[in-house]
């Protein structure tokens, strides 16, 4: 295989100027994969097109849910909650050939490879509490004063589970068994919208934020489970960073009023593997 792996995320598409961005997003060539790493917008129409779009022009497109993709918007048509909304995304994808948490893991074999490519879907679970607080109800105390609260308390539904963190936490053991299971001997790239380890949200403007952004409980997973690279998003700061010898990459897009501030047309995919040097 001659192509690379491209990495996305926070599309948000439901503001023009993104979506005219998405309309510019193409391979290199033939063999290209594209990994979209959550946060293509919110209504369930809009995800779907845009997966579609990306699909037809991609030999591969892997796709990890951000939050937002996850929330039960108050002028969406689809109006399941929680885990009934998720499962509806997978199937979505499954209908338009994109591969989800729930798919086998694929194999990419380009020059770098190769690698298994997973996909995560582990949401959060409050334990990157805001500082100087220790328990969740300290932290969200501190956010709900200070006027930082992130969406989801209001349209990210937990469905059947009674809390965010329980369906976090039922996620990580599902997951957890799912990349013991994978070949020993092929290094990984693991995708999840969130980071995988707290460091990331240490450059955020308002630490409280940070809540939201992940979960102490996968904060080994990179070396674990044999990370060549991690993908994530999530938190509008595109940058590379490195953490135990491994390369986190945080590949997203963004709102306008922040991709605008950096003054250059945006280019918000990235080459995590394989192509040209």
Not at 120 to 141: M, N, V
Not at 159 to 166: A, C, L, N
């Amino acid at each position: 295989m001659t192509g690379a792996l491209y990495a996305v995320s926070d599309l948000h598409v439901s503001y023009p100027e993104n979506r005219a961005v998405v309309d510019g997003l193409r391979p290199e060539s033939a063999d290209d994969w594209l990994i979209v790493a959550g946060d293509v917008g919110e209504l369930f129409a809009d995800i779907e097109r845009t997966l579609a779009q990306l699909r037809d022009r991609f030999a591969r497109v892997v796709w990890a849910p951000g939050n937002h993709e996850l929330w039960t918007h108050p002028t969406d048509p689809v109006t399941l909650r929680g885990v009934a909304r998720y499962e509806a995304l997978v199937a979505m994808c499954r209908g338009l050939g994109v591969l989800t948490p729930e798919d086998d893991y694929p194999v990419w074999q380009g020059a770098d490879g190769p690698v298994t490519v997973a996909p995560l879907f582990l949401l959060y679970d409050y334990s990157f509490r805001a500082p100087g607080t220790s328990t969740k109800e300290e932290s969200l105390r501190v956010a709900y004063e200070s006027g930082v609260v992130c969406t989801d308390e209001m349209l990210l539904h937990p469905d059947p589970y009674p809390d965010r963190e329980s369906w976090c936490w039922a996620r990580l053991a599902a997951t957890e068994r799912r990349l013991a299971a994978t070949d020993p001997a092929l290094p990984t790239v693991l995708i999840n919208h969130w980071p995988l380890v707290r460091q990331p949200t240490d450059v955020l403007w308002f630490p409280e934020f940070a809540q939201w952004c992940g979960t102490e409980r996968s904060a080994d997973w990179h070396v674990r489970h044999r990370a060549a690279v991690a993908v994530y998003g999530h938190l509008h700061i595109p940058r590379t960073t490195h953490y135990d010898g491994v390369r986190f990459e945080e590949v997203s897009l963004g709102y306008p009023r922040e991709w605008g501030r950096r003054g250059d047309e945006p280019r918000p995919m990235r080459r995590i593997l394989g192509g040209a040097p």
